[in-house]
């Protein structure tokens, strides 16, 4: 639906008819040019709100929510709405309504914490949607402006479209990976006999913190990093077990405990900060939206690793995959045969850190040879630090760019840290070979994510 500028817009998230006529007729009394929104259930909230955000002039939300008449779908809480707001950069100020006093304040405290002004309003009465709720909508909204930046490209879409690519490689590889996770034998038997593993695929820190960097691409048009540093807090919080490194445990708890990201990612490993390979395996969307841009690739990425990554190498790794991932969109196609004309274009314009010093190795060695020799020099990813991961997957992206399949089977005989290893190897090579190569019965093997 197009949304006229001039329009002020008022959401509302409610299930309950008698609240819902409530609201029509407290929101007229706010004066002309007021537009009410309902939702009654929370999924369809999600879905749909982000394209009112830029008129938006007040978010309310209950949180008990019943199926419509009818209908059996799950209609979700307010809760749900307000973890995806969370993600958001604030829009305008919210009202949370819902007398449950228990789930009210988790809400609260969710949109609190990511810098929303927000206010909580108990239903008490018959009459206090008309009263106290109309009293604080006004306050609000006098004090607190909408503040939604609509900058984004003219062609955020078909930028999004690569950077959805690019995610959907990254995280069917981190899935794959994470499969051969398991005996030798096993490993040996599937690898030798070309046997995907059985489903689900479970996904690990590496998509969903990919996740995270594709939701910022989306409602910004750059990185926020801000905003990223909350949302890694955020989905760290809601599941630490994903995988996630020792250092990332530290880091990500302190972030989401108030302290700015700078401080917490400066200071491990005694001030130096991690150069893990963590800002690399989650990085190729951010190539593939700015692809066109080279410049804007190395700052983009680079701003990406910063917020968890403050060690220079542990941002050369990033800078690289993201380079090597615009270089897929930007020459892929023209490539004939198998070469190391991607490593060499990386190599133009990475900072000459260690991770440099790795890759550059990766020029001496034939594309066609065997990936644990090829790991025996370039490394794997045992070390979990940058320059022992991203020589290694780009060495493998290089050798299929245009075989989905085919580099990451490659990539996962290499062994060592494979979930990622594959996830940098899927979100590069995806870009080059296509949706269509990416087989559909491995997306429906992997783990459902939702963006």
């Given amino acids: 639906m197009e949304i006229m500028p001039a329009t002020r817009t008022i959401l509302i998230l409610e299930d309950n008819d008698e609240r819902i006529a409530a609201f029509e007729k407290a929101v007229p009394t706010l004066g002309g040019g007021f537009q009410l929104r309902l939702w009654h259930d929370a999924p369809s909230m999600i879905k749909e709100c982000e394209a009112y955000f830029p008129t938006a002039a007040l978010i309310s939300l209950d949180h008990d929510l019943n199926p419509r008449p009818g209908v059996t779908a799950d209609p979700g809480t307010g809760l749900d709405v307000a973890k995806f707001l969370a993600e958001c950069r604030p829009a305008c100020p919210a009202i949370i309504h819902s007398s449950n006093t228990e789930r009210a304040w988790s809400m609260y405290n969710e949109l609190r914490f990511a810098d929303w002004i927000i206010e909580r309003v108990g239903p008490m009465g018959i009459v206090w949607v008309e009263t106290i709720w109309l009293r604080v909508a006004r306050k609000l909204m006098a004090g607190h402006p909408n503040s939604w930046p609509a900058r984004l490209p003219v062609d955020h879409d078909s930028r999004m479209e690569r950077a959805m690519l690019a995610f959907d490689g990254l995280s069917l590889g981190d899935g794959f990976g994470e499969c051969f996770f398991a005996s030798p034998l096993t490993i040996e038997l599937r690898l030798q006999h070309r046997d995907p593993p059985p489903p689900p695929w479970f996904v690990t820190d590496d998509t969903m913190m990919a996740l995270s960097i594709v939701r910022c691409l ?234």
């Fill in 218 to 451: 989306k409602r910004y048009g750059h990185i926020e990093r801000e905003a990223l540093a909350h949302a890694f807090a955020r989905e760290y919080a809601r599941e630490p077990q994903r995988g996630y490194g020792g250092t990332a445990h530290g880091i990500l708890r302190a972030i989401g405990e108030g302290m700015p990201w700078q401080t917490a990612a400066g200071s491990v490993f005694d001030g130096q900060g991690s150069c893990g390979n963590g800002g690399a395996m989650r990085v190729a969307p951010v190539g593939a939206y700015f692809a066109d841009d080279l410049d804007r690739v190395v700052a983009e990425a680079s701003a990406s690793a910063e917020v968890t990554h403050a060690h220079p190498d542990g941002q050369t790794g990033a800078v690289a995959v993201a380079l090597a991932a615009a270089w897929m969109v930007r020459e892929g196609e023209h490539q004939t045969q198998t070469s190391h004309a991607m490593i060499e274009f990386v190599l133009e314009r990475i900072p000459r850190t260690e991770t440099y010093y790795r890759l550059k190795k990766a020029l001496e060695l034939p594309l066609n040879l065997s990936s644990r020799t090829a790991a025996s020099v370039l490394g794997n990813g045992s070390q979990v630090i940058a320059s022992d991961t991203v020589p290694f997957c780009l060495w493998c992206a290089a050798g299929h760019a245009q075989d989905y399949t085919e580099a990451l089977w490659t990539t996962v005989s290499g062994l060592g840290d494979r979930d990622t290893t594959c996830a940098i190897v899927g979100g590069i090579v995806a870009l080059n070979a296509g949706r269509n190569a990416i087989p559909s019965g491995w997306l429906q093997a992997r783990e459902r994510v939702e963006i």
